[in-house]
């Protein structure tokens, strides 16, 4: 097979270029020197070694072996794409999967482990170098396994900066730089690093196309109690955006000059996050901290305020948001409608023709951009693989009987959506509506939980999960992430999930809440719609918070198992139901009008 | 009044030693060398210096003034303690409070604090330094501030040990200290230091009465590879008990010798409890080890392994803790009754005289021992202050109306119990009613939760909040903490709060459900009972894990609003009355059946 000789081509070179630096193993992680969860083809560098192409794995390589660590998600993927190459996969999460660390014990000790330091955050330095010393390694971060071996590396990406007005946006970057500063001084800092792309984006109301699906721009950004600077590829921001950036103090520089433009300033206090600041950048402003007269720093851990500022949304993006909503509702009752019509005309309809059909529905609506994520539409037991995409090789034809479940979402201008829903395309099985109305419940009990001030996603996780618990069943995913407004539907600081994360919800986040469940080989199930967070109560306890939901499509009401639903399950369900009817029905024909009203009729 | 004048006076004393010793401001926690809740007479330094009682509170004195902080559940009685000291209340949460970190702020740049190293545990004195060098304060741990003041100091206690035969503990102290062996050598460790009395307790089989309602022995205990010795004032150890322990290598050696043991020894790798070792130890072994060829430590956070271990109750702990709750539950029935009767016999009833009579009846049951914490007997708005303890000045006597709230515990020879139920004494409001049902429904969902291994404290307490907080209700204490086995009655390393705890819940542990609402000058509700985790289901999705409820005792169905309990929560009521009448009745007489027939009949 060709792939796999390129790859131990690819390989072989990596070897030579370690010897010649006298290094005797090589880390490459997943991600790119802004820590980004989507990265543009110039960072794929662990894809480029190991010919695995999921979002996700961390590539080991010593002289003789290499190991590629992914997920549950991605292990048939990664046994398909590393078959003939040589790299072992080692599957994460399972008993008997060695660690990274376990592996590199098995060195010689004093034995030289390089990275790329422009790859790692300093907080996951900090991990690595902690586990090399206790195993007497010494570890080298100045080394980029690309260089003189990837010829034909794709150069950076190079689309150009467009605002983002603030009719959309609700607030000027002018204001964001002033809460901003106001946060950082209760730290003593009078600067801030920025290098999360969706924080610089969300902080100079600024998008670009540099990332698949999120609509940021390669850059970093410093912002001083004198003025803020953006340091990016200086042909990508035109000379109209630079003057009216300039109206609020903002200024352009080129991608590499962040470091020599700290060397030359004085009387800095920067607050730097140790999650989302690459080794790099922190070595070279630490060996700058060193200098007589020159810059300070304070190295954080936790959100940073910009995270925090960007995760509660502004009246403005919240109405955006809704807007959005109706769009993204209007297209996909279109696709349920022709999915229907289609099946029961008994046209061929795949997987990925239900991808590409959405994708042509959702691009009649005003102000789309293009999709969030790659869609996951998984028939059957491909509704059991977390985060299947559809491929030529996988592509299964629908036949009218199971379940199909259809993860997607859409870049609006106005808006990002994020949205599930699993449906029956015939004859369903007793287990399936159970499953179904089990993963039903566990949604509307978060959906219309109250709870007060200073509650974490990791209290409210469970009312997601209890009834699946109830019956041993559950789900190995977070029930809820943050989502960006036109910005990255992953984003933080909070979410709703299993782990702890010290992050209260606050009015104003949106949050998804998507449980489901997995039936290996037979199908998959999940629920998700957005939910904003908002003030419900003021009592003598305190304030009280719940949500409201924002997602508007119809839930599958052939799968629902009414017997187990309590009285206010189905309120909540009907009202839901009466409300997307509502909200929908101006935006469309008499005919899809009438489709809408019969698949949200009470129950 | 004099009590005032005795507390200045003691302060003044305490000045002039501050004074000689160059220190400006001197910390008095409550806690002890052990770092106990509860803590012998010779430990209340916080207690003698500032006349107030209560269990929770921090003084700070400096030349001139003096704060005493404490928590909301003590607030009334330090107002009333502290009045005419001098001394400033802190009231601790409310957000104008300043923080002791706040006062520390204010003093000139290198002044001396003082601490007594004895009484503050390294972690906790690690996070003072850390606050005192931010505001660049100069901190002087070997402080006592009792030495030359305190002249008729209480000495330490002299209780005499007892063991505690295997038949109650299950367990041999040989076998107890070998499972932690092999935990220790998990950290590469051949030794472990134990300062917490109910660990060194637990471990060695040995109870004494050292702390009130705690029987535990005042002493530090080192287990190393060789052999284990507990440091204990040896008069306590009788000459056959010392001959029982030699058969486990256990020896016998002066409470104040633990280092000059240490001093002699060698090749020891010593884990240290960052939590529970006091600072005073903790600082002569770092200086031990700084010698040549001496031993070496690792300082570990988190909970120790035998924390862990103790935690998770064998076979015969908890058959024993089951016979315990049918004990203690003939005792509250018999209350129950008599207080009933007495009532509606027109007798005069105090809330004084509830806890007596309690006291009686429970010392009629075989192997009790004492009670297990003083009594709440909180009568209409008593009920809302959280940790009552009624007095002759507070003492209510009992009306035919409202509610009674009554939180006990016993220590018997085979289990400690901790029960709380809240009664009608006669006429009740619907609000009353309607935050009873809240309260038990809380209960009941925490009661009845099945939940994957692995699952976290934090993330279950939801349960037992969400129909409060779906009315804008809360309790601003935790859900359940564990306790102990004729040990501590508050005990970890496990617990149900909404504070993040790491550790998770594992069958055999044994934690309370207390949830409950407080309507401050109106009245309180609690419900609590014992729990107990055990496995319920395997499937693949893994392990499931709930509760098997301990406690036997009716709850009241006078005031439950039946119309807001769904048909499951009917079900649990009925099945828990059953059980306990099923469990009780053998132990009652033919009248006392009629009334828990009554009490306990299906609704």
Same sequence: chains 1, 2.
Avoid at 172 to 191: H, L, P, Q
Avoid at 464 to 472: I, N, P, S
Avoid at 509 to 527: A, D, Q
Wanted: aromatic share 8%; glycine share 8%.
């Amino acid at each position: 097979m060709k792939n796999t000789s390129v790859v131990r081509g690819r390989l072989a070179k990596l070897r030579l270029s370690m010897q010649a630096k006298g290094v005797s193993t090589c880390v490459i992680p997943s991600s790119d020197a802004h820590q980004s969860e989507y990265t543009p083809e110039h960072w794929k560098t662990r894809t480029y070694f190991s010919g695995f192409s999921g979002s996700a794995g961390t590539l080991l390589i010593t002289l003789q072996e290499a190991y590629l660590w992914t997920d549950s998600r991605y292990f048939l993927q990664a046994e398909r794409e590393l078959s003939g190459t040589g790299i072992i996969l080692q599957k994460e999460g399972l008993k008997d999967t060695p660690t990274v660390e376990d592996c590199l014990k098995k060195l010689t000790p004093n034995s030289v482990v390089a990275v790329d330091g422009w790859v790692f955050s300093v907080k996951e330095m900090e991990t690595l170098r902690e586990k090399l010393q206790r195993n007497n390694l010494i570890v080298y971060s100045g080394f980029d396994p690309a260089e003189n071996v990837w010829e034909d590396r794709p150069p950076l990406p190079n689309s150009p900066v467009f605002l983002f007005p603030e009719e959309f946006s609700g607030e000027s970057a002018g204001e964001k730089i002033k809460k901003i500063k106001s946060e950082i001084a209760k730290d003593n800092c009078n600067a801030i690093l920025l290098c999360a792309l969706d924080e610089i984006a969300w902080t100079f109301n600024m998008r670009g196309n540099d990332v698949p699906c999120n609509p940021v721009v390669v850059s970093y950004a410093l912002i001083t109690s004198e003025e803020s600077v953006i340091f990016i590829d200086e042909k990508k921001v035109s000379h109209e955006i630079r003057e009216i950036l300039q109206q609020d103090h903002i200024r352009v520089a080129g991608y590499d000059c962040l470091i020599p433009y700290l060397s030359v300033q004085k009387n800095l206090k920067i607050r730097i996050d140790a999650g989302k600041t690459n080794y790099a950048i922190y070595s070279s402003i630490q060996d700058l901290s060193k200098e007589k007269n020159k810059i300070e720093f304070i190295l954080k851990e936790g959100p940073s305020p910009v995270g925090i500022l960007k995760a509660v949304k502004n009246e403005t993006e919240v109405s955006g948001f809704k807007d959005a909503m109706e769009k993204d509702g209007v297209a996909l009752v279109r696709l349920l409608m022709w999915l229907e019509k289609s099946l029961s005309g008994g046209k061929n309809i795949s997987e990925m023709s239900v991808e590409e059909k959405l994708i042509e529905f959702r691009k009649e609506q005003p102000l789309y951009v293009g999709k969030s994520f790659n869609a996951i539409v998984g028939y059957q037991e491909h509704g059991a693989i977390i985060h299947y995409n559809a491929s030529e090789n996988t592509n299964k034809l629908l036949q009218k009987e199971g379940l199909l479940l259809m993860d997607t979402g859409g870049q609006y201008f106005n808006g990002t959506t994020d949205i599930t829903r699993t449906i029956a395309l015939g004859e369903v099985s007793k287990e399936m509506k159970h499953d179904f109305t089990l993963v039903l419940k566990g949604h509307i009990a978060l959906a219309t939980a109250y709870f007060p001030q200073g509650t974490r996603g990791s209290q409210l996780d469970v009312l997601a999960r209890k009834y699946l618990w109830q019956e041993g069943l559950t789900y190995m995913h977070g029930t809820g992430h943050g989502i960006g407004y036109f910005l990255n539907v992953h984003e933080g600081p909070q979410n709703i999930r299993l782990e702890e994360n010290a992050v209260s919800i606050e009015p104003g986040m949106v949050t998804s809440n998507e449980p489901g469940i997995y039936r290996s080989g037979k199908y998959g199930i999940r629920i998700e719609n957005l939910i904003l967070a908002k003030q419900v109560k003021e009592t003598e306890y305190g304030k009280f918070y719940g949500f409201e939901t924002l997602s508007l499509c119809p839930i599958d009401l052939s799968l629902v198992e009414q017997e187990i639903l309590s009285k206010e399950e189905k309120k909540w369900l009907n009202q839901y139901h009466q409300t997307v009817f509502e909200r929908l029905s101006p935006r469309l024909s008499e005919e899809e009008k009438d489709w809408l009203k019969e698949k949200t009729k009470e129950i």
